[in-house]
């Protein structure tokens, strides 16, 4: 079944440094790969997501490349800032319309 | 105007008693979810219904039950609470779409259950 692997945390940067979060996962065929972010006190909201093979998606800074060759989908910004520390998920879906998410990334971002 | 509205978002009560937590989307999706997530912030599906039907039945103690009146509502009965209830439960929802892809999930806020 599908499976997703991503990166634990936490992890701690300062402001303006570049960010990589790591999500490999295992599926059958090839789904939309999703990354969801989770503010302090909030539920999960959609960052950013891909369709397809090759396809970048992309938000507030973030990018995410659906790599086939290596099923990744890593999670990249190139300055991070205080307002981005939140824990992070990478996702896709599992069978019918349920996902199955990553254990979560959180990351800290001091000034 | 809230798309996934979930009540309350804090709840705290005793080991053995009944509670239960709301959920309410005004998105006109056709398949609602509860999920848990534990301290260490691991997210794991619960329930999830499609057009007031039952689709997905994780391992989920009985002791827990979703209702569904309508599809934009999914509440979640526990009956008998146990420490280990203890965690904060998101609804989401979310639009299957056409030609079998699958669309995003929509979450609440969560409702954080503490039980003593």
């Known amino acids: 079944g599908n499976s997703v692997t991503q990166m634990e945390g936490p992890v701690t940067l300062s402001e303006e440094a570049f960010l990589t979060i790591n999500c490999t996962y295992t599926a059958t065929g090839y789904p939309s790969l999703f990354w969801y972010v989770q503010y302090p006190g909030e539920g999960l909201q959609l960052l950013l997501k891909a369709t397809k093979a090759d396809d970048k998606g992309s938000n507030k800074g973030f990018e995410a490349t659906y790599r086939k060759e290596t099923t990744s989908f890593h999670l990249e910004k190139g300055s991070v800032q205080v307002s981005d520390s939140a824990v992070y998920f990478c996702a896709l879906p599992l069978y019918g319309q349920n996902f199955v998410f990553g254990p979560g990334t959180r990351l800290s971002v001091l000034p | 105007d809230t798309a996934v509205s979930q009540t309350p978002k804090y709840l705290v009560t005793q080991m053995g008693n009944d509670k239960s937590i709301k959920c309410e989307q005004n998105?006109?999706?056709?398949?609602m979810y509860w999920y848990k997530q534990d301290s260490k912030k691991f997210l794991k599906i619960m329930f999830s219904?499609?057009?007031?039907?039952?689709?997905i039945n994780e391992t989920v103690p009985n002791r827990f039950s979703p209702k569904s009146p309508d599809k934009a509502h999914l509440n979640l009965h526990i009956n008998s609470l146990e420490l280990g209830d203890s965690a904060v439960y998101f609804c989401?929802?979310?639009?299957?779409?056409?030609?079998?892809?699958?669309?995003?999930?929509?979450f609440g806020e969560g409702s954080r259950l503490t039980v003593l």
């Open positions: 989401a929802s979310s639009q299957y779409l056409a030609g079998g892809s699958t669309g995003e999930l929509f």
């Open positions: 998105l006109g999706h056709d398949t």
């Open positions: 219904y499609n057009n007031k039907e039952l689709i």
